[in-house]
């Protein structure tokens, strides 16, 4: 197979990141890299699919992963996983002598491990500059559920399905197989329902996910939805107001400097200091741009705000309002100078028992079981913008009758674009412009 017919087999088939923003994998493909690394970090809490899905389709993944390398021509393919996931590592290891230029890379149990940038100078030492890809130093990066989907994908199986950890304050904690579109209430009643009365849901993670409603479908990024109480100093701190934290900032922030201390992109060299930028943005400080302008490195991780900030500020909230701020007036990043990684990084890294303990999530780092038991809902609601870039064009209407793994959606033409494929039989039951309802039909 060929670069671009694996790119049309990626790209017409719906593959995107499964987590994240969900770029198109497509478009991430590039005779430019030398080195693919799988991501198996687990980045957020509580998080267990990753190390599930490797663990259980080691060989499908690690054989993707080589054909990939191949079709573009890198020379490495290094498998990284934290050292802590240790049955991972055992169905990997035996493995890896198949493959030519197949290698593990063991990484710390710390936070963010599973960001690419951070991830890339762990396994290769390489430094990927303020702003830019991965590409640019010859890397490419997937995380292990996308590359078992690119697997499903070539071997005639349509991408339908998403795996999610369900886990905080539920009867059950678990990480579920089920249909995209799927509402997560069902996911919620699988994991043997809440089990408190006040219950706040945080998808994708306690760090960088959002607050969301079970009404709410999955999809194609859906990693994991939290339980916790309303109460909960997570779910506080995702209901701030950006105006509120500037106020608490301008009395009470201390300029500690904690948090561009242990800020991740700030030790590998980025020019990103959040407590000068606090500084400026809470005193009204506007003969220094540079603090403001280099907002747009902020890689959203929340350490400042969620682990390091003794006084409890939000430096990450307030970083970003203003990067959304300055993008939607225009005004695009800097050219920046790459500064050398930081002597005190080794000594900076956060440990992940350590966030834990902070953010009062220790009792719900269970176990979460992989099932594969089958789900079907009565009814999909199938986003069709489950991806950064262009929706994808529906290819159905009202009325139409579609088999599992049907197209029901196309990318859209001359943009950054992926197809969708019906998770289940059924009839459709309406089309919009943002949205196909499915009728599910058992059997």
Known sequence: MTLDELKVVLRDGGVVGAGGAGFPSYAKLDAKADTIILNCAECEPLLKLHRQVLEKYAEEVLGTLDLIAKTVGATSVIVAVKRSYKRTIEAVTPLLSSFQNMTLCPLPEVYPAGDEVVMIYEATGRVVAPGALPISVGVTVFNVETVYNMSRLLAGKALTHKYVTVAGEVAHPVTLRVPLGTPVSLLLEKAGGVTVEDPAYVFGGPMMGRLGSPLEPVTKTTNAVLVLPESHTIVQKKRAKPFLDMKRAMAACCQCSYCTDLCPRHLLGHPIEPHKFMLVASNGVTNDAAPYVNSAFCTGCGLCEMYSCMQGLSPRMLLTACKNGLRQHGVKPPKATLEPVKKERAYRRVPMSRLLTRLGLTAYNKTAPLSEEAVVPAQLKL?????????????????????????????????????????LAGVIKSVTDKVITLEVKEG
Do not use: C, F, R, W
């Open 383 to 423: 986003l069709l913008s489950q991806h950064i870039g262009a929706p994808s064009v529906p290819l159905v209407k009202a009325g139409d009758t579609v088999v599992a793994g049907q197209p029901i959606a196309a990318a859209a033409e001359n943009a950054l674009s992926v197809g969708l494929n019906a998770p």
